[in-house]
């Protein structure tokens, strides 16, 4: 069976920076491509960005919200994804999904919370 | 960028069919991909590739797609269906991931 496990989530103050981890099992992670997704208070979900497998290149994209802020990246012999949030918003507040990608989301994380506020 | 509209709401009486629908320009040449989320819960993938469902998903749940309109049909309501669905599809232009604004289904 396909496990995610996010961590990582809390509560930082806008401008700040943090990281969160995606611990993968039941798949062979590797050639894994990996999406975070998240979903505001109240609010619909968002893609954040993606990984694709090393054997794909290794490339990352984000969507617009987050771009230049956010960065995603992988350890296969961890079988880990992370995602560090730097220059934080309020707006960023949100659970935070790891998911697995295959152009869709197959598998997802149970969400880890990120809060950010003053 | 490319952009789905669903309707913020659907009400169906147990036993009836519910319809959900995902509007964008020319979805019909996308594959649009659907996730049933209940309250506190992670989405959960219902349909794929417009009409194929993962293991598990019960044969009530099917879509199409064609033109601007893809569509979740959910046959049989049962109250368990009552959730947030949300249609999703791959940008290939901008090579991002799209997803829809959301529909609470009720069942009443």
């Known amino acids: 069976e396909v496990q995610l496990v996010e961590s990582g989530g809390g509560l930082v103050k806008p401008g700040g920076s943090l990281r969160l981890s995606c611990a993968a099992s039941g798949i062979t992670f590797s050639y894994a491509w990996m999406s975070w997704v998240r979903q505001a208070p109240g609010k619909g979900l968002e893609w954040v960005g993606r990984?694709?497998?090393?054997?794909?290149?290794?490339?990352?994209d984000y969507g617009a919200p987050v771009k230049g802020r956010f960065t995603i990246s992988r350890d296969d012999s961890k079988n880990t994804l992370y995602l560090q949030m730097n220059s934080l918003k309020i707006e960023d507040t949100a659970v935070y999904y790891c998911?697995?990608?295959?152009?869709?989301?197959?598998?997802w994380g149970k969400g880890t919370t990120v809060t950010v506020s003053s | 960028s490319y952009v789905l509209t669903q309707p913020p709401s659907v009400s169906v009486a147990p036993g009836k069919t519910a319809r959900i629908t995902c509007g964008g320009n020319n979805i019909g040449s996308n594959s649009v991909h659907w996730y049933q989320q209940k309250p506190g819960q992670a989405p959960v993938l219902v349909i794929y590739?417009?009409?194929d469902r993962p293991s598990g998903i019960p044969e009530r749940f099917s879509g199409s797609n064609s033109g601007n309109t893809a569509t979740l049909t959910i046959s049989r309501v049962e109250a368990g269906d009552e959730a947030d669905y949300y249609c999703?599809?791959?940008?290939?232009?901008?090579?991002?991931?799209?997803f829809g604004t959301g529909t609470k289904v009720t069942v009443l």
């Open positions: 999703q599809v791959w940008d290939s232009i901008s090579d991002h991931y799209v």
């Open positions: 590739y417009d009409s």
């Open positions: 990984i694709k497998s090393k054997s794909d290149g290794g490339t990352t």
């Open positions: 998911t697995t990608d295959n152009y869709y989301m197959d598998v």
